[in-house]
Nanobody, 122 residues
Framework: QVQLVESGGGLVQPGGSLRLSCATS????????MGWHRQTPGKQRELVAA???????IYADSVKGRFTISRDNAKNTVYLQIHSLKPEDTAVYYC????????????????WGQGTQVTVSS
């Protein structure tokens, strides 16, 4: 089993920045791929960004150039640096991890965090 703890969400003004963190623990040896998804009420959860163990990154078109995913393998932690936040970025952000990048990209990774709320509002 793998446990995930997310942090870093909050209320921020448009144009602001945040850094989300997702710390993993437990059977982390099985984890290669890590990613972030987000969900707003009434909408399906969508991929924001994903990263492989080798550093390959994938981003949703809507966040390219504003969001940066990174990982610290020594700390078993994945980060999401967000700049130039827009009101439409308001959502609950979830960390998702798995052995396979394709599963994380598809939102089908085996392990999920509890979610952290990001609200962009003036």
């Amino acid at each position: 089993q793998v446990q995930l703890v997310e942090s870093g969400g909050g209320l921020v003004q448009p144009g602001g920045s945040l850094r989300l963190s997702c710390a993993t623990s437990g059977s982390v040896f099985s984890i290669s791929a890590m990613g972030w998804h987000r969900q707003t009420p009434g909408k399906q959860r969508e991929l924001v960004a994903a990263i492989s163990s080798g550093g390959t990154t994938i981003y949703a078109d809507s966040v390219k150039g504003r969001f940066t995913i990174s990982r610290d393998n020594a700390k078993n932690t994945v980060y999401l640096q967000i700049h130039s936040l827009k009101p439409e970025d308001t959502a609950v952000y979830y960390c998702n991890v798995d052995t396979w990048l394709s599963k994380v990209v598809g939102g089908k990774g085996d392990y999920w965090g509890q979610g952290t709320q990001v609200t962009v509002s003036s």
